[in-house]
């Protein structure tokens, strides 16, 4: 059974740094895998979605990078801005049947806060 | 219009009322998605519709009603509730097996 993790629950920086978010997966058979950002009471923000052929995407200060032999994942954010306080959460679309395709399994997110 | 809109983004219901969630897609997506999310608790996938038709029911209550009646439209018919089915429920598509988009949610109350 697939399972996804995030250490850490919560993240505090001050503003400027360069930081790293990880995400884990216990199956390494997925379609692909996709950062999202989610502000307080709010939906979520599709940030990088990860192709399982793929090593990174990058969209701006954003880099993601995929290993899927070791199961993980991390999202890279170069000097932080207090804008970027949210909650970020990584899910995992397993390969498989066509139903199983359509279950993303999400982690439970890493709240950070990027201090002015 | 763009993205995927949901309505209303907040509810509060007794537990004897029926209500509807609305989710309404501006993408050209054949997939349609409601999740739940609780408080701590990872997302919960409640229904999957593709191509209009329901391929994924995740032992969800009985209580909470689908209806899809076409790719851009998906509903969720709500009656009895019970308290700790307060949550935020989003709506979200996709193209198959492509980028999920979501919408901004509705905040459910149940008293």
């Known amino acids: 059974k697939q399972e996804v993790t995030q250490i850490p629950a919560a993240l505090s920086v001050p503003e400027g740094e360069n930081l790293v978010l990880n995400c884990s997966f216990t199956d390494s058979a997925i379609y692909n895998l996709q950062w999202f950002r989610q502000d307080p009471g709010k939906g979520l923000t599709s940030l990088l979605l990860i192709q399982s052929s793929q090593r990174e995407q990058t969209s701006g200060r954003l880099n993601a990078s995929l290993d899927k032999s070791s199961g993980r994942s991390t999202l890279y954010i170069a000097a932080s801005q207090p804008g970027d306080s949210a909650t970020y959460l990584c899910a995992v679309r397993p390969l498989g049947q066509l139903s199983g395709t359509y279950k993303y399994i999400f982690g439970t997110g890493t709240r950070l806060k990027v201090l002015a | 219009e763009t993205g995927v809109t949901q309505t209303p983004r907040h509810l509060v219901m007794g537990m004897t009322n029926k209500k509807s969630l609305k989710c309404e897609q501006h993408l050209g997506h054949n997939a349609m998605y409601w999740y739940k999310q609780s408080a701590k608790k990872p997302l919960e996938l409640m229904f999957v519709y593709s191509l209009e038709e329901r391929v994924e029911n995740n032992s969800v209550p009985s209580r909470f009603s689908p209806e899809c009646p076409n790719s851009s439209h998906l509903f969720l018919h709500l009656h009895t509730l019970q308290p700790e089915d307060s949550a935020l429920y989003l709506c979200?598509?996709?193209?198959?097996?492509?980028?999920?988009?979501f919408g901004e949610g509705s905040r459910l109350t149940v008293l």
């Open positions: 979200a598509s996709s193209q198959l097996t492509g980028e999920l988009f």
